[in-house]
């Protein structure tokens, strides 16, 4: 009897310690996530990186695991593919994204990481499945612009000419009021090419305080081939934002282009890259190439190329660029 009693207490004991070990691993976990968030937003990625990977449990994708533990599996999945698509790693933070995505737990969640899981698709042209997710995003709510627009945007990229005009049309079918909604209708109008229209919605939601409407009305600057003013409008739009837009340069500098400034272009370019939010990288770095070739600074020209083909050696427009400048170099040494 005594042997029994002492071997119960002596499994219960075991049991203990197997629970604490498993809080223990638990809360190291957390701690590690925690440690990987303030990475995170302190900028310093590889920092993040590590510490989210140590809070991941083996298999993250097992269903079989402690919902504590797929809950923390899922936010440190998030939390890589946030920092990898940071480092412009897209490729390794698709990844992350969708194995965030297959854990259950956190629904509430999905919505923000399907969003950033579009950008991801987007930056690997992969535009496609990048569409069929924005479709199930936007069936679960129809009257979404940001969604709309996006969706818009990858049928631009497909080259799915009517679909794109049909989707912005149910656009403006949907219902609201206030200043942004009618901010939204005059963007949609701008799309559809109905510039005055646009205009005057623009510039009513200019006066309302959106200051998003100073961009388009560059836009339809711009597009009246007036460059001057539609630069004028994009540095104003550029200067309400709290950190350098990719694509407000890329128009800028095209403006000064359009006028045959390519001195001040260049001068865009080349800034532009240095504070680069990643998100249209690859385009500055390909206009700026381009446009050092314009003014015959081959050289310069020609190692850009090189580290151009290095990151995106997929491009075969900028390989022949190399194989051209190659000569060019060779020919003025």
Not at 55 to 65: I, Q, S, Y
Not at 289 to 304: G, R, T, V
Request: charged share 35%.
């Amino acid at each position: 009897m005594w042997r029994k009693q002492r071997g119960i207490q002596c499994l219960l004991v075991l049991l203990g310690l197997l629970l604490l070990t498993g809080c223990s691993k638990d809360s190291a976990a957390k701690k590690q996530y925690e440690a990987g968030l303030v990475s995170l937003n302190s900028g310093e990625l590889k920092e993040a990186i590590v510490s989210f990977k140590e809070a991941l449990f083996e298999k993250p994708d097992d269903k079989d695991l402690s919902k504590s533990k797929q809950i923390i599996n899922k936010k440190a999945s998030y939390g890589l593919g946030v920092a990898y698509f940071r480092k412009q790693k897209y490729e390794k933070a698709e990844v992350y994204f969708e194995q965030a995505r297959s854990i259950r737990y956190l629904e509430e969640w999905d919505g923000d990481i399907e969003n950033y899981q579009v950008d991801t698709l987007c930056a690997l042209e992969e535009y496609k499945r990048a569409y069929d997710l924005v479709l199930t995003l936007r069936d679960a709510n129809k009257e979404d612009f940001s969604l709309l627009f996006r969706e818009v945007f990858l049928l631009d990229a497909l080259k799915e000419d009517k679909k794109r005009d049909e989707t912005l049309n149910e656009g403006l079918l949907i219902k609201g009021h206030g200043n942004e909604y009618e901010f939204n209708l005059a963007k949609i109008q701008y799309m559809l090419g109905d510039l005055d229209k646009a205009k005057e919605g623009m510039e009513e939601a200019s006066k309302k305080g959106i200051e998003e409407a100073q961009f388009y009305l560059g836009r339809i600057e711009e597009d009246d081939l007036n460059y001057k003013g539609a630069i004028s409008l994009y540095k104003e739009y550029q200067a309400s934002l709290s950190k350098q837009s990719d694509f407000v340069n890329l128009r800028i500098a095209s403006c000064y282009e359009k006028q045959g400034d390519y001195e001040s272009a260049l001068d865009v370019y080349n800034s532009a890259i240095k504070t680069s939010d990643g998100t249209n990288l690859k385009e500055l770095s390909y206009n700026q190439i381009i446009l050092l070739e314009k003014n015959a600074q081959y050289k310069k020209a020609f190692k850009k190329c090189a580290a151009y083909l290095k990151k995106y050696g997929t491009d075969e427009t900028m390989k022949k660029e190399y194989e051209f400048l190659e000569t060019r170099v060779q020919y003025k040494e």
